[in-house]
């Protein structure tokens, strides 16, 4: 089973282990081996167990090399230590069910009455004999004892021999001992070793070797393996329960900063006006730009699934109110010289909106606006040479009004929700903070959708020689589609508007003063963290280097050691990340409300979404896993020197 070709051992100082160790175990059976200090026996457990390396020659477990076995150490050796590498803040039983639960060798070695007391409270035979139980509770098929009856009085010495010599039916036991003479009846054969050499091997009682086995449910031992870690982790900080205490408080400020600042940085502006849009059903974009910047192929093929029409604006004003006595108040100051021509297609209208009258069925019909229809009344408008003041739709439906150069018919009018700016009526200034804000978002879901829809034939034969500058409007009920418009057309030559467009440009200038110094922040308390994550794992190592030894040696990899002081990080920040959640879900909105109560309005200020929790938690993961690199690194390099040493 266990066959050692031609191995030595040197290590970096030069001294030899061992030298040219040919040696092949069987099986099963009780192997003592024995020598006087320093001849190298330590050194030969180490090679057998996997904890060192040899620097030449080979070790074969069932004819094949070890260092080709996953987990050799963990999975396939049990090893009871000379300085019993115990877990200290781990309590006796769980010491002994580390790797597996089974009460039945606690029973067998008489120490029932130590399960609940930590290591640091028993004698060190006791210690003795729980490094034993838990070897015997890792169930596997090489069993190593280094001085295993050390600090043990008679009777505890014939217990554990005998328990051993009764194991060695079963698997293959092998130990060191100084007390020969005790031992040596109870062993199947001896091996010594002087000056690195093996000088004599011995057969005192035959053993029999078996057929090797290795059952599949011994492949992996470690059943209990990672609730013991969690354990030994939860153990490890109410033990250092003021420390832990400090670093929470100093992760849980330097994050504080952090997402404060991250989350002031990423503002997404897009997705507050976006998101008030469809909130408040007001679900149309206009895109502006100069006419010749516009590419009405480019759209079709970026955007064809959304609703737009294709937009001009005159430089001279469409409507001939020229000859009405001018209204001042702020309600009207928009007609002149915002009223577009709209060629009607067959998005041109939103499922939503209502037409008063009828869609226009000949080419000189028009539709216009509610809020035109509000001018008319209050204005007066040339009908046939004779000026009417409608008072109610049915007024001027069928009527033809002067379009250009032209009469046209009113064949219907398109309803707008006009109640709640109708104070403006009564103002000529702005007076008050609410005005202010109720006026431009009239002005933005009003006046700049103030337009007069005709018919495609009426459309082309249009004089276009005044066009001044051309707009694209877009309807949609999709989130989405919107988002993607406001990224698409954000930058010159092109501008987005909509109805809560300069609140929006307001906030963006208020948050533009205090920006710079978060970003700032941002990149300190980056800094700050990624130092403070270094040094706190690096000093959970350095003041763990005992236990991360135990880890190594118990077979236990680079990568699950890591995981334990990983574990141990989690554990401190799931606190912390979890006030930052509340504080984080309550910040924005009781910062939503003050917004709201400063801009007057229905603007809906959620500040964050997905895409920049996303970038959170990308920002946060690789700082977490340049950390994990850094502690991988420490680890491995303390594992080496150990193999080296």
């Not at 992996?220 to 490890?236: G, I």
């Not at 006046?447 to 949609?476: G, K, L, Q, R």
């Not at 006030?579 to 984080?584: A, D, N, R």
């Not at 970038?615 to 680890?635: G, H, K, M, T």
Request: aromatic content about 14%.
């Amino acid at each position: 089973m266990l066959d050692l070709r031609n191995v030595t051992k040197t290590y970096k100082d030069g001294c030899i282990g061992i030298s040219n160790v040919n040696l092949v175990f069987p099986d099963t059976g009780f192997i003592l081996i024995k020598g006087k200090s320093g001849s190298g026996k330590t050194t030969l457990l180490n090679l057998i167990a996997g904890v060192l390396t040899p620097s030449e020659g080979e070790i074969f477990y069932n004819n094949t090399n070890i260092k080709k076995i996953p987990k050799y150490t963990l999975n396939k050796v049990s090893y009871v230590y000379q300085d019993y590498n115990l877990f200290m803040d781990l309590d006796v039983k769980s010491n002994i069910n580390f790797f597996n639960k089974d009460d039945l060798v606690i029973k067998s070695l008489g120490i029932s009455d130590l399960t609940k007391k930590k290591i640091y409270e028993i004698s060190g035979g006791e210690a003795r004999r729980v490094a034993i139980a838990r070897a015997l509770n890792k169930k596997t098929k090489i069993l190593i004892c280094d001085e295993p009856t050390e600090s043990l009085d008679k009777d505890n010495t014939k217990l554990i021999i005998n328990m051993l010599k009764e194991i060695s039916k079963k698997i293959l036991v092998i130990i060191v001992s100084h007390e020969n003479e005790m031992i040596e009846p109870y062993v199947d054969e001896v091996i010594e070793i002087n000056g690195s050499k093996v000088v004599a091997e011995s057969v005192i009682n035959k053993t029999k070797s078996s057929k090797f086995i290795d059952c599949k449910e011994n492949r992996n031992v470690a059943n209990n393996l990672y609730t013991s870690m969690f354990k030994y982790t939860v153990s490890r900080m109410k033990k250092n329960f003021v420390l832990v205490f400090l670093n929470f408080l100093l992760f849980f400020i330097t994050l504080t900063i952090f997402v404060i600042s991250f989350f002031v940085s990423n503002i997404d502006y897009d997705n507050i006006e976006v998101t008030s849009l469809i909130n408040n059903n007001k679900n149309r974009i206009s895109i502006l730009t100069d006419y010749n910047y516009i590419d009405i192929t480019n759209l079709n093929n970026e955007f064809n699934s959304l609703q737009y029409a294709y937009e001009y604006a005159n430089s001279s004003g469409l409507l001939d109110l020229s000859d009405s006595d001018y209204n001042d108040n702020i309600f009207y100051k928009g007609f002149r010289d915002t009223s577009k021509m709209v060629s009607i297609n067959s998005t041109t209208f939103t499922k939503d909106d209502e037409i008063y009258g009828n869609l226009p069925s000949n080419k000189d019909e028009v539709i216009i606006t509610e809020y035109l229809f509000e001018c008319i009344k209050d204005l007066g408008i040339d009908v046939y040479g004779e000026k009417i003041y409608p008072i109610d739709m049915n007024d001027i439906i069928n009527k033809k009004i002067l379009l250009g150069d032209s009469y046209v018919k009113v064949s219907g009018i398109l309803r707008q929700d006009l109640d709640k700016y109708n104070f403006l009526k009564k103002q000529t200034s702005i007076d008050g903070r609410y005005s202010e804000i109720i006026s431009t978002v009239f002005e933005n879901d009003i006046i700049n959708y103030n337009y007069i829809y005709v018919t495609s034939d009426y459309f082309s034969e249009f004089n276009m020689s005044d066009v001044s500058i051309a707009n694209i409007f877009v309807n949609s009920d999709s989130a989405d589609d919107l988002m993607k418009i406001k990224k698409f057309f954000g930058d010159y030559p092109y501008h987005t508007v909509s109805a809560y467009s300069n609140i929006i440009d307001e906030f963006y200038n208020m948050v533009a003063l205090v920006k710079n110094g978060f970003n700032f922040l941002l990149i300190i308390s980056s800094i700050i963290l990624i130092i403070f994550l270094l040094y706190y794992l690096n000093t959970l190592i350095s003041n763990k280097i005992g236990e991360t030894i135990n880890m190594f040696y118990l077979g236990l990899n680079s990568i699950f050691i890591v995981s334990s002081y990983i574990l141990e990080l989690l554990l401190t920040l799931i606190p912390v990340f979890l006030w930052l959640g509340i504080m984080v879900f309550f910040s924005n909105n009781v910062f939503s409300d003050v917004l709201k109560n400063y801009f007057i309005t229905e603007v809906s200020f959620t500040l964050y979404n997905d895409r920049v929790f996303y970038q959170l938690f990308v920002y946060i993961f690789s700082i977490f896993f340049i950390s994990f690199v850094f502690l991988y690194r420490v680890i491995k390099n303390k594992y080496k020197e150990l193999c080296e040493s």
